[in-house]
């Protein structure tokens, strides 16, 4: 990833070409067939690389039966911050967190429906106001295009106060874009997601920008150490001074 960023390249390659050929097909047997569709021999010349984003760290604040701060919501799954896993999302992590607090969850959930006798109250009619059908739905897909451009470029592995600020420059720009769209047009899944996307990200360049050192998959080329007073995991509410944001072990 940091070459990637230095040089401003597509990939990386990586060679494996100096083991024998049949080592190679044996012990890499898929990749080697995935490469030979693609016209690519693993065995004699290098293959491109590139990061996948395969997991990020952090979740939403839940009690032990998935209750989050705001009444009424609730988080299972790797959405979740229990604490369990630490900041953590790898491997079979989803599945403890998605069965065993799901379970729980919904335990919870079942109680409380038997308690009131219904578990959704009325809902009522939604009201679209002056939104008018979509003819121009390219507007979400160029901005959901250019938000995932943006955090894939400028908050990768390998961070870096200057891109950090732009990227916080360009989300609130296309925040701007996509709120004036939203109360324009009639509410499609598409146009929830991309808020939604744009709020994660959002969040994820400021506790990145508010995090000064490299630890784990945040590597800052300006802070490489680590601190220790970044130890614990930190809770960060919206609209909280950092000196009263909470830190739990």
Not at 75 to 87: D, K, R, S, Y
Not at 118 to 140: H, I, M, N, R, T
Not at 178 to 190: A, Q
Request: with cysteine; glycine share 8%; aromatic share 8%.
């Amino acid at each position: 990833d940091f070459e990637m960023k230095r040089g401003g390249y597509d990939c990386v390659h990586l060679d494996i070409s100096h083991r024998p050929a049949d080592w190679v097909r044996g012990r890499f047997p898929n990749i080697y067939e995935t490469c030979k569709r693609w016209g690519i021999d693993l065995t004699s010349e290098p293959i491109p690389a590139v990061p996948a984003a395969h997991y990020m760290c952090g979740g939403i604040t839940t009690d032990l039966h998935g209750r989050t701060t705001i009444p009424g919501l609730s988080a299972v799954g790797e959405c979740a911050f229990t604490g369990l896993h630490g900041a953590n999302r790898l491997a079979s992590n989803s599945l403890l967190e998605g069965l065993v607090f799901g379970h729980r969850a919904g335990v919870r959930l079942r109680g409380v429906a038997a308690e009131r006798g219904v578990l959704f109250g009325e809902v009522p009619e939604w009201q679209a106001g002056a939104a008018v059908p979509s003819d121009e739905a390219v507007v979400v897909a160029h901005n959901w295009d250019e938000l995932r451009r943006t955090m894939w470029n400028y908050v990768g592995i390998v961070r870096s106060e200057t891109r950090l600020r732009r990227a916080a420059r360009r989300i609130a720009l296309l925040q701007d874009e996509i709120r004036e769209y939203y109360w324009k047009h009639l509410v499609t899944r598409d146009l929830l997601e991309l808020r939604n996307i744009a709020t994660v990200a959002e969040l994820v360049v400021a506790c990145a920008a508010a995090r000064k050192e490299s630890r784990g998959l945040h590597h800052m080329i300006d802070f490489p150490s680590s601190d220790e007073r970044c130890l614990a995991d930190t809770i960060i509410k919206r609209g909280v001074p950092a000196s009263l944001r909470a830190t739990s072990v």
